[in-house]
């Protein structure tokens, strides 16, 4: 959790936010302290930005995130954001990719007895969620900083590396409409090789990518010109 002053020094409209806080370096969020409190004015740092939850929505069937269409709002400026009572007012950094556990699993210890609907981590040490807002060039840690994904944008594609120390699944929900020159995919190559039709979809409304893939490290390669 980092204050303001540490993101923006040199920025004194963010300096003076102290109700307001960075978790990770792409989480920007901000609590509502006025009782009763609907909504609120969240100053957004310098970069771009988007509104998680206008993003995407929580389906409570799954407890997993839905990616949806999502805008981008630019920094050094104050928007006013809504705030339901289930709703913590969450800012995600354009460029980020968020490494997430899958929705099931309800505990991070690794001991104790299975029991039926009860699912440990150690149940689910071979998946791994990601929701991707990629542009331009960024990076992200996990694990401990001990395995990392890098994004990359570039001339009508995106690739995606990933730097595991484990085999694992991966589920990709990535926004394509946050690019700084949004394209349509035409194949998903995983390690050189063409993913099937049926391992990934494009939602052309959402402009959301989804994907599966499998492996330790790798390059998914996601092309928007194909011959």
Do not use: N
């Not at 109700?19 to 302290?33: Q, R, S, T």
């Not at 929580?58 to 805008?71: I, K, P, Q, W």
């Amino acid at each position: 959790m980092r204050h303001l002053v540490l993101v923006a020094p040199d920025d004194s409209e963010a300096v003076g936010h102290h109700d307001e806080f960075l978790f990770g370096p792409d989480l920007l969020a901000a609590p509502i302290l006025v009782p009763g409190a609907r909504s609120r004015d969240v100053y957004l740092p310098d970069g771009a930005w988007v509104d998680l939850w206008r993003a995407g929505r929580y389906d409570s069937a799954t407890g997993g995130f839905v990616l949806g269409r999502a805008t981008i709002m630019p920094g050094r400026q104050t928007v006013t954001l809504p705030a339901p009572l289930d709703e913590l007012p969450i800012m995600v950094r354009a460029g980020a990719v968020l490494p997430l556990l899958p929705p099931e699993v309800d505990t991070l210890a690794d001991y104790g007895d299975a029991a039926p609907g009860f699912v440990r981590l150690a149940d689910r040490r071979d998946r791994l969620m990601l929701l991707a807002f990629p542009r331009g060039r960024s990076a992200a840690r996990m694990f401990a900083g001990a395995e990392g994904l890098r994004s990359r944008e570039g001339a009508g594609g995106w690739e995606l590396s990933v730097h595991g120390k484990e085999r694992r699944t991966y589920q990709l929900q990535a926004s394509l409409a946050i690019l700084e020159q949004p394209f349509e995919p035409c194949a998903v190559e995983w390690r050189g090789v063409p993913l099937p039709g049926s391992a990934w979809q494009w939602d052309r409304a959402t402009r959301v990518l989804r994907a599966e893939f499998t492996g330790a490290r790798g390059l998914l390669h996601i092309r928007g010109v194909c011959h």
